[in-house]
T-cell receptor
Framework: GAVVSQHPSRVICKSGTSVKIECRSLDFQATTMFWYRQFPKKSLMLMATSNEGSKATYEQGVEKDKFLINHASLTLSTLTVTSAHPEDSSFYIC?????????????FGPGTRLTVL | AQTVTQSQPEMSVQEAETVTLSCTYDTSESDYYLFWYKQPPSRQMILVIRQEAYKQQNATENRFSVNFQKAAKSFSLKISDSQLGDAAMYFCAYRSAYGQFYFGTGTSLTVIP
């Protein structure tokens, strides 16, 4: 149990376009979802925390107008990278916790590699 | 924000031997959770072990155990009988009372056959 999926696993886009990444909890209701960014051989950097039905809380230095997060249901959160630029290229990972699984744990999706040309 | 420090960017261990990965953290909270995650080349984060701060007993999961020193704010991971499949990046993580997770910079573990 406690499976989290992400789609797409890889995406390549042109500079200036927007990209949406989906994060789904497949077998539990995720009251909280987290979005991370990971650079090569680096740690996970928390970008934002989203609770179902409310606005996401962004970490300091993360542009909320650029990284739009929606958590409209207990099983789906989306991250939209707007007007993407090459410096947005990275590995994005979501995680989920809550409802039916250990509240104190988070379960990770497999990640999405974004390449902006 | 809480900080999590892993002072060993790289470690290596001979197969079947034991290795210890170190982690320290800084917090003013008294109630929190600590985790070790493994990230193999597939980049899927896998939970290895967790520790509740209010528990004095060190957590163990088969070949994995922790040495939790709350006063020293230290949380090391011991891997016994190391196997080739243990090779991965290992991240120490702190969960605050507010539910946010903070990760260390990671330790890359190589297992030598």
């Amino acid at each position: 149990g406690a499976v989290v999926s992400q789609h797409p696993s890889r995406v390549i886009c042109k500079s200036g376009t927007s990209v949406k990444i989906e994060c789904r909890s497949l077998d539990f209701q995720a009251t909280t979802m987290f979005w991370y960014r990971q650079f090569p051989k680096k740690s996970l950097m928390l970008m934002a925390t989203s609770n179902e039905g409310s606005k996401a809380t962004y970490e300091q230095g993360v542009e909320k107008d650029k990284f739009l997060i929606n958590h409209a249901s207990l099983t789906l959160s989306t991250l939209t990278v707007t007007s993407a630029h090459p410096e947005d290229s990275s590995f994005y990972i979501c995680s989920a916790s809550g409802g039916g699984v250990s509240y104190n744990e988070q379960f990770f999706g497999p990640g999405t590699r974004l390449t902006v040309l | 924000a809480q900080t999590v420090t892993q002072s060993q960017p790289e470690m290596s261990v001979q197969e079947a031997e034991t290795v210890t990965l170190s982690c320290t953290y800084d917090t003013s909270e008294s109630d929190y959770y600590l985790f070790w995650y493994k990230q193999p080349p597939s980049r899927q984060m896998i939970l290895v072990i967790r520790q509740e701060a209010y528990k004095q007993q060190n957590a163990t999961e088969n070949r994995f155990s922790v040495n939790f020193q709350k006063a020293a704010k230290s949380f090391s991971l011991k891997i016994s009988d190391s196997q080739l499949g243990d090779a991965a990046m290992y991240f120490c993580a702190y969960r605050s009372a507010y539910g946010q997770f903070y990760f260390g910079t990671g330790t890359s573990l190589t297992v030598i056959p």
